[in-house]
T-cell receptor, first 114, second 120 residues
Framework: EAQVTQNPRYLITVTGKKLTVTCSQN?????MSWYRQDPGLGLRQIYY???????DKGDVPEGYKVSRKEKRNFPLILESPSPNQTSLYFC?????????????FGEGSRLTVL | AQKVTQAQTEISVVEKEDVTLDCVYE???????LFWYKQPPSGELVFLIR??????QNEISGRYSWNFQKSTSSFNFTITASQVVDSAVYFC?????????????????FGTGTRLTIIP
């Protein structure tokens, strides 16, 4: 089954404790991306990757890091989480097809930073 | 810069009523794609429709229909004979196309969402 898998789905952590949200896709997609969803703001792009070892900032990259060492994985790293990073996070992937937006989304990871 | 506006933050209707969710977009591109997603209480994003900028035909899928009007930059979504299972947050989104083979950011610009509550 084609899917994007995120882990963990739910996490409560404390300020400053490094954490990683993993994202894996089994569709051989070149493109992967992370979004965060906040009330009243919709979903906003954090980082994206057009292929292995190619990553770039989205609209709200501050406080986040990513890496793309393998095609299937695109982890989101919070080196020193803060309460303003409490959010619902979505990973997405697609073939790179010139902006058609045919994204496959993961089920979301709800993160709370105390 | 592209922008999507969903002016209706929350809507409540009684079951079986029709309801329309509004979406207005801004883009400088002539080629773009518009989307609607449903987010039920469980939190996942459910893809509903994608429409490209060259196809202004209205779309109907069961109780769902979409009205795309380039003249007003709108892409409205109507649910006919609403049901309790339609209760969710609905997002409209926009993607600007890049020239084919010019790989770029497959980014979706989302509206802020409309929370729809269907009252039994």
């Amino acid at each position: 089954e084609a899917q994007v898998t995120q882990n963990p789905r739910y996490l409560i952590t404390v300020t400053g404790k490094k954490l990683t949200v993993t994202c894996s896709q089994n569709m051989n997609h070149e493109y992967m991306s992370w979004y965060r969803q906040d009330p009243g703001l919709g979903l906003r792009q954090i980082y994206y990757s057009m292929n292995v070892e190619v990553t770039d900032k989205g609209d709200v990259p501050e406080g986040y890091k990513v890496s793309r060492k393998e095609k299937r994985n695109f982890p989101l790293i919070l080196e020193s989480p803060s309460p303003n990073q409490t959010s619902l996070y979505f990973c997405a992937s697609s073939y790179n097809r010139g902006g058609t937006g045919e994204l496959f989304f993961g089920e979301g990871s709800r993160l709370t930073v105390l | 810069a592209q922008k999507v506006t969903q002016a209706q933050t929350e809507i409540s209707v009684v079951e079986k009523e029709d309801v329309t969710l509004d979406c207005v977009y801004e883009t400088r591109d002539t080629t773009y794609y518009l989307f609607w997603y449903k987010q039920p209480p469980s939190g996942e994003l459910v893809f509903l429709i994608r429409r490209n900028s060259f196809d202004e035909q209205n779309e109907i899928s069961g109780r769902y229909s979409w009205n795309f009007q380039k003249s007003t930059s709108s892409f409205n979504f109507t649910i006919t004979a609403s049901q309790v299972v339609d209760s969710a947050v609905y997002f409209c989104a926009l993607s600007e196309a890049t020239p084919y083979f010019n790989f770029g950011n497959e980014k979706l610009t989302f509206g802020t969402g409309t929370r729809l509550t269907i009252i039994p």
